[in-house]
């Protein structure tokens, strides 16, 4: 399986790190390697003093496709979760400056946070979902899929005109505002609204 990430989803996070705001969406991925294991703490890369997580909503592929229309993306999925896209904000600069690829500041072991499933048919829209973000008992990051500039069924759109969707495949469809800095001992929650979905420790 692979992970297909989108950047720069939210108005407020492009505001944050003073990037431009896309006209296609930005698109990285992540090897099956970088899914925390589950009941694992998240250890800090030694390469990196400056690990943030990002809080995104998770979409997972049931249907294999190839250049889906948007009016057909909603049968490519029946599960939302929450994760996080963790990056190593310092090495991720650097590479920016050079225009290189970002995969060593985002798709090492363990940036990528996967939580349980929930039915999609459990939400009344899943283009209207709040989903937040705790450190240490402190709302951190709290968004709501409808300030998405690409909606999850653009983004299907958007990503399966370049890769093939196969099962299993998951979305990570970017975050909002209030991306910050880890250090050991946090503890990480995140929730789509009011329920918990994950909790991970940091070391
Ligand atoms: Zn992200």
């Known amino acids: ?61 049931n249907k294999v496709g190839k250049h889906i229309q948007k009016k057909f993306a909603h049968k490519y999925y029946d599960q939302i979760g929450l994760g996080i896209d963790f990056t190593a904000r310092d090495l991720q600069a650097k590479l920016k400056e050079k225009g290189l690829p970002w995969e060593k500041a985002k798709s090492f072991d363990g940036a990528a946070v996967v939580s349980n499933w929930i039915e999609k048919a459990e939400f009344p829209d899943v283009d209207n979902l709040n989903f937040s973000l705790q450190k240490n008992e402190t709302i951190v990051q709290q968004g709501n899929t409808s300030l998405m500039l690409w909606k999850i069924d653009e983004i299907i759109e958007y990503v399966s005109k370049y890769f093939t969707l196969k099962i299993g495949d998951i979305i990570f469809t970017g975050t909002p505002a209030g991306v910050g800095k880890v250090v050991a001992n946090d503890k990480l929650v995140g929730s789509i609204e009011n329920k918990q979905m994950f909790s991970i420790t940091v070391k």
């Open 1 to 61: 399986m692979k992970i297909i990430c989108i950047g720069r989803n939210y108005t407020d996070h492009i505001k944050e790190l003073e990037n431009e705001k896309p006209t296609d969406p930005v698109v990285f991925l992540k090897p099956d390697t970088a899914i925390l294991l589950k009941k694992q703490p998240f250890f800090i890369p030694d390469f990196s003093q400056d690990v943030h997580y990002e809080v995104e909503i998770l979409v997972k592929i």
